[in-house]
């Protein structure tokens, strides 16, 4: 079946730094989204990208979908203190019934 | 956005007894809800796809006969962990998408925390 790996598991910044998470589909996606899980919350919606190589930008965070529709990335500049928590992609397969999370990159921030 | 609601959002239960939790789309339509499992700093894992009016569809490894699935209308479907034990306790989330499968945002419910003693 379709997974979904994300890397790194782990992001420790230092604020005001960039950094970038990425995700890769073993198969072809008909879209992927991004979510964001606050410490003891529940995932909350970031952002859908559907077409191939599309850029789509929230503020600091710019989200990239790759030419094969296979990867994804999340970049964040400036990062602040509010960013902390996991971030999840996760892929819809092409005729695929059910949304595949990645592993999750759980971000820390240094004051 | 779309609201989904999950309760209860903590449950102690013991071992041996059995527990029901909810989940409601408050202000939609949900004919595919589904449920997740989440355990400490991992990722979500999908349990179940409850289909309204018909019986849910269970991932590989997952018992049906543990873990019961109900979508008797269209707003509702209820998870019942049938005589939980220690190994059971986890982050329960459910979610839905008004778009329907394929497509479009899950939106979460807050989740339900279950213990078993």
């Known amino acids: 079946g379709q997974q979904v790996m994300q890397i790194p598991q782990y992001q420790h910044v230092q604020e005001g730094e960039d950094f970038t998470t990425y995700c890769n589909s073993s198969t072809t996606l008909s879209n992927i989204q991004w979510y964001k899980q606050r410490p003891g919350g529940h995932p909350v919606f970031l952002i859908q990208l559907v077409k191939s190589g599309e850029v789509k930008k929230q503020k600091r965070l710019t989200f990239q979908f790759g030419e094969a529709k296979k990867n994804s990335s999340l970049h964040i500049t400036a990062t602040q203190t509010t960013d902390v928590g996991t971030y999840f992609c996760a892929g819809w397969g092409v005729g695929d019934y059910k949304l595949s999370f990645g592993a999750g990159t759980t971000v820390t921030v240094r004051a | ?117």
């Open chain 2, 1 to 117: 956005g779309a609201v989904v609601s999950q309760h209860p959002s903590w449950v102690i239960c013991k071992s041996g007894t059995s527990v029901k939790i909810e989940c409601r789309s408050l202000d939609f339509q949900a004919t595919t809800m589904f449920w997740y499992r989440q355990f400490p700093k991992q990722s979500l894992m999908l349990m179940a796809t409850s289909n309204e009016g018909s019986k849910a569809t269970y991932e590989q490894g997952v018992e049906k006969d543990k873990f019961l699935i109900n979508h008797a209308s269209l707003t509702l479907s209820t998870l019942t962990v049938t005589s939980a034990h220690p190994e059971d306790s986890s982050f329960y989330i459910c979610s839905a998408s008004p778009l329907g499968l394929g497509n479009g945002e899950l939106f979460f419910g807050e989740g339900s925390r279950l213990t078993v003693l």
